[in-house]
């Protein structure tokens, strides 16, 4: 790996970071002044939804760790390893997110799984208020005065 390729890896979580931080500012500030009837803003809210929801996938994804029997341990969970091996599928699946040390207890928070379907519902409804932003400017320049 040159310099110029560690730099841009390096570089690139502050940079992500910046965005989301500038998204965040841009969609609380856009708010009260109505900044929202335009089309071009609702990429700010998409944005902090994408960034929300990466990372808490990430978080559900990344719950058990490399060692599930120690993170139950540590957790004071029985592991079962025959209901582990019944269900070996379940902690490598995308979604719903689950990586459970026995029939009743789950690994992954239970926020997980529906703040991503929240964001999935979500992100379609920033499009859908920048399809509306758009065709109500559209008209509004249309409308003779």
């Known amino acids: 790996m040159n310099a110029v390729s560690a730099l841009a890896i390096s570089a690139l979580p502050v940079i992500l970071l910046g965005v989301f931080v500038l998204s965040v500012w841009k969609t609380a500030r856009g708010l009260p002044t109505r900044r929202w009837k335009r089309p071009a803003w609702w990429v700010f809210p998409a944005v902090v939804l994408i960034g929300i929801g990466c ?36 902690p490598s699946r995308w979604f719903p997110l689950h990586n459970k040390c026995n029939a009743q ?41």
Not at 119 to 137: D, F, K, Q, R, T
Request: negative net charge; aromatic residues 8%.
């Open 105 to 145: 207890h789950d690994l992954v928070p239970t926020f997980v799984n529906p703040t991503v379907v929240a964001v999935a519902v979500l992100l379609p409804c920033c499009v859908a208020g920048a399809v509306a932003a758009s065709v109500l400017e559209r008209n509004k320049r249309a409308t003779p005065h």
């Open 55 to 90: 990372v808490t996938w990430f978080v559900g994804a990344l719950s058990g760790g490399l060692d599930v029997g120690e993170a139950c341990a540590a957790r004071g969970v029985p592991y079962d390893n025959e209901y582990r091996a019944e269900h070996w599928r379940e």
